[in-house]
């Protein structure tokens, strides 16, 4: 299929512009964390990708092909989003039959058997389902669509942990036995972390960040203690945030901690991906 390619996006709403320049590759096979705060151009590009929206410039492809106006390459793309696309009125089943004329691969058994897990109420209609089962009827969707590209946007909302758990090891379970590409946008960043295999920030429109997730955690470290300590410190060093408690100081810092360098009364820590996203979209 090809990798997903984002070539100089820009959207704009009037005078206010959502996305400025956008240019990103989403790698056939990988898991993608889309994240920034409100506001930030996550939906809006991802309603560019789907062709909800058109960009006053730049393009999308996939495998080569402008997908804008193009049903076959719309066909291999999937985005689970807070919009229900479905008729109030229809029920659940009826949403899976018409799924499947829609997307070739649809699997129908797959989905009933999702359905039985997830606890969802076939014969319910799309409107009588509360905001978690209105969740949980498009994550059902969206896994059993096989689409080659799969986006979700805010996947968990109204979901307790116990579905959001579920829905993380099945889509998980769904990754390994049919590879796809797969983009979460998603505030809860601490409870995806584990599944994200690269990270993509955005801030005010504008990609600040694209990297592998591995290799972004592998750069950085906190060090915290008495301010005056840290203080010190961190004089030389790449700091992209600060916290202050009473005397006490906790330094956010890009670069290789060496623990033997450490003055006494420091203690160092791994930053996590939570962290990072925090500093990083900082004002």
Not at 48 to 74: R, S
Not at 218 to 228: E, F, I, M, R, W
Request: hydrophobic share 40%; aromatic share 8%; proline share 3%.
């Amino acid at each position: 299929m090809g990798d997903l390619i984002i070539k100089n996006v820009t959207k704009q709403f009037g005078s206010f512009v959502a996305l400025k320049d956008v240019s990103l590759t989403l790698e056939v096979n990988k898991i993608y964390g889309l994240l920034g705060r409100n506001g930030a151009g996550k939906s809006t590009l991802l309603n560019v990708i789907t062709n909800k929206l058109f960009p006053e410039a730049g393009e999308v492809t996939l495998g080569g092909q402008n997908v804008q106006e193009n049903d076959e390459a719309q066909r291999n793309i999937y985005c689970m989003s807070e919009q229900n696309l479905y008729p109030d009125k229809m029920k659940v089943k009826d949403v899976f039959k018409w799924s499947a004329g829609f997307y070739p691969n649809f699997d129908l058994e797959y989905a009933n058997i999702l359905a039985e897990k997830f606890q969802l109420p076939l014969n319910k209609t799309v409107k009588s389902l509360s905001t978690g089962y209105g969740s949980i009827y498009k994550i059902i969707v969206a896994l059993s669509c096989h689409a080659p590209i799969l986006l979700f946007d805010e996947p968990v909302l109204g979901l307790d942990a116990y579905h959001r758990d579920l829905f993380y090891k099945e889509l998980l379970a769904n990754y390994s036995k049919h590879p796809k590409t797969i983009v979460i946008s998603t505030h809860l960043i601490e409870e995806a972390s584990d599944l994200i295999e690269k990270v993509v920030i955005i801030k005010e429109g504008t990609v600040i960040l694209d990297e592998d997730t591995e290799t972004l955690l592998a750069k950085g470290y906190t060090v915290s203690g008495p301010a005056k300590r840290v203080d010190d410190y961190i004089a030389d060093k790449e700091v992209i945030g600060l916290e202050s408690l009473g005397g006490l100081k906790t330094a956010y810092i890009l670069g290789k901690v060496n623990k033997q360098e450490l003055p006494s009364g420091l203690e160092s820590s791994k930053l996590d991906l939570q962290k990072i996203f925090i500093q990083l979209t900082n004002v």
